[in-house]
Structures are given as C-alpha cells and as structure tokens.
C-alpha cells in the first residue's frame, strides 16, 4: 500500500528554521566563557540575519507541509509579523546588556531563550492549523517562563514564574479542550476546513460545539494578550521579572496574540461575527475600563505599566467590531508603534533597576530630568505617545485605530475609548511631572553611566521611531495593509 506524503517546501519555513537554528548556536557559543561577552551582538547579527530572510519572502506567499490544505504559509501577514517579533527582540537584546551584566544573568541561555521565543511567535503567525498554532504558543510559553524566573535569587522573579507558569498551563488546558471541540465539529484542526464548516449548513449540536472551541480559545488567547477577566497575573509579573524580559513580555507576547486572535476572528470565524462580536465589544470595554482606573492609583513603574498593557489590550480588541481589512490593519500599525514604545519605557526603567532595585517607583524618578537629561526626555517622549498625545506615533496609532471602528459603525466603542484616553492622561503625565517638576525625595545614585552605549542605542532608537512615525506614518500604515491583504 503506497503512502502519499504531503508535499513538504523548507523554502516557506525559512524564517522559522532560521530562528531556531539561531537560538540553538547563541546556546552551544555560550558554553564557552571567552566567548560570553560578544554572545548579545552574535544574538543581534542572527537575528538581523532573520530579519533579512523575511524581508526577502515578502510578496511571494509560499506554503509548507501541505498535500490539500496547507499547516504553515509564509504570507505577507505572518511576515510582517515575524519581522515585529524580530524588531522587539533585538531591542530587548539591546537592552538587557548592562542589565543582565550587573545582574549576572547575562549567559547564552537567556539569550537563546529570547530567540526561542521569537521562534515560537512566528511560528504562531504563520500557523494555519489549530497544531502548528499551539506548537509555537508552547514554544513562546516555555520559554517565557524560565526568562521570567531568570533572577533565581530574587524572591519576585520566582514568585512572578510560577504565577505564570501555573496560569499559562491553565490557559494552554483551555486551548486544548477548545481545539478537542473544534475537531470534532469538523473533523479536521486546519483553519481552512473550519472556516467551510462554518460557511455550510450545519447543525444545532456543530454549531454548539463550534461556538464552544472559539470560546475556550479566547480564553487562553485572551490570557496572552492580558484581556480582563484574564490579566490577573500582568502586574505580579511585570514586576517580578527581570526589565528587560517584562518588556519583551509586554510587547512580543501580546502582539503573538494579536496576530494569531486577528487570523482567527477575521479569516476563520468570521461565520459566527453575530456571535462573538457582542463578547468582544464587552470585554474590550471591560478590558479598557481596569486598565486605566487601576493605573490611576499605581506608584510602581512597572506596575504602572502593566496596568497600562492592559488598557492598550482593550484599544487594539476594539477594530475586530469591524471585521475588515482596515481594522485589521490598524491592529497591525498599533503593535509596531506600541513595541516601540513600551519598549522605551522599560527600557529607560532598566536603568533605574539595573544594580539590584527590584521595583522602581515614582520616587525613583523624581529629579531625572536634571540628573540625567537624555533618559528623561526619551520617558517623555514615550509617555506622551502612550497618553496619545500629537504629533507623536501613539497619536497616529490611536488615530487610525479609532477611525476603523468608527468606519465599522462603532461609534459608541470609539467614544468610549476616547473618553478612556482622557483618563490615562492623568497617570502618563504624572511621570513626566514627578521626573520634571519634583526634586529627589531621597539621596539618588545618579543614573549616568549604567547603560551601556547599546542601550542607549536601543532607547534613542526607540525615540527617535516614536517621533519620525507619528510625523510621516504612511509607509508603516501601508505595510500593515499589505500585511493583511494576504488573509484570505
């Protein structure tokens, strides 16, 4: 009896096969001790290198391990996003260099495991089966939850890893059974065959079971993107983690999730919108709603930030209303200028916490601007963008994505949103107030002189992206449309 295998293109999985082999070198390099120090910039090179292989596939849409319907494809879409995650981490690798060095966590694990993560995202984005989706989310998860216990030492990371730990496997329970479901409504876990099951005439018992798997899959969706009820864990882990890791946490694992929630709601189950359009509208609101009142009282930064995460969470679930290539893109412009930013934040917060400070507080940032200019212009900067605040990118991103949902007929999300908005500017300026308009309540080491050139690099980096795109957003809006027209 012949066995016909499925027609299998390495070609399409390039960048997948890239990062992993990437990651797993910066491991081997890092059993050597002469070779520590240079273990960051061979980390960056490859990932550079990563970023090539993408940028190369773009327009041509290739397929992979598949005989009638394929597992991965390496459309514009999972390209542009792979090319996010990429541009996330070789910021948070840029970042991490003094801090892991003061810390002595600087070994090629951490790196390796940055890069794994990576892999495991684009893997993610590149996913057209329920299979190939919950392999990278392992990938990305495991690998998340050792970077987040790094600091073996410090109470708050172990605490901070386990939260995770225990709450990530929950989630990843609820995405199996939601799969075990979608299976058995249409016999297959391909994106493409649910998507003609629920174009077809089914059953009330299918239909049942096809509402069911895309509820548990919000869930643990919804558990990666920090979405209320599910962001009990953001604030204890934020804190608990190293910087940069909290960084890369709140930047590359959200956008995973978002591209992954925007294949699924707009290409897939765009069949049951009258279905799961009023659950999202509420929980975006909800999501909205805590994030911004809870921030309001937060004197921790990282906390601050954590809180703020989740408001955004809720701003880029608004646009899924509209089920169209417009709100879609806009989530994608909305991911680029917010990795940009919170990546700003923490990285500016790496510093203050660099030589043992588990937490840093508004106190810690008061007198910055005259202790250290260059730092507390670049939180300016990136406070002003998050508040939404012209002619920074948070500006336009907001912009755009507002005007998606109300383009969609949304009208009464976007008012609420905005009235939200509002509000966040009360604890956004508050920081540059405290750093401006307060002397040092206390004694402060100053900052200058911890982070090294490459992070400085990565922070002016940062700025300098955050002001040039809400000045000239064009190109950047018109790759995220191009991204998204390769969805089916």
Known sequence: MNTVLPEINLYAVMPQIFLVSSATVVLI??????????????????????????????????????????????????????????AGAMLTVLISVSYAEARSIGHGEYYALLIYAVSGMSMMAAGTDLFSF???????????????????????????????????AFASGFILYGMALLYGASGSTEYEVIAHTLAGERSDAVNLLLLGGLGLLLVGIGFKISMVPFHAWTPDVYQGAPTPVAAFLSTGSKAAGFVVLIRLLDSVFSGLMVDWIPLISVLAVLTIAVGNVVALVQSNLKRLLAYSSIAHAGYMLLPFMSNSQDGSASVIFYLIVYTAMNLGAFGVLAVLTARGSTCATLDDLAGLGSRHPLLAAIMAVVMFSLAGIPPTAGFMAKFYLFSAVV???YIELAVIGLLFSGVSLYYYLRVVIWMYMRPAARESVDATGRLSYSGMTALCVSALAILAVGVFPSGLLRLAQQAVMTLP
């Open 29 to 86: 390099v890092g059993l050597f001790e002469r070779f520590r120090r240079g273990i960051p910039y061979l980390s960056l090179v490859l990932l550079a290198i990563s970023g090539v292989v993408a940028v190369n596939q773009l327009g041509q849409d290739p397929i992979a391990f598949s005989d009638t319907s394929p597992m991965m494809v390496s459309d514009d879409f999972s390209l542009v996003a792979t090319l996010i995650f990429i």
């Open 134 to 168: 919950f392999l990278g989310l392992e990938v990305l998860s495991i690998s998340l939850y050792v970077l987040i216990g790094f600091e073996q030492r410090e109470a708050g990371s172990n605490e901070g890893a386990l939260k995770y730990f225990l709450l990530g």
């Open 407 to 409: 383009t969609g007929g």
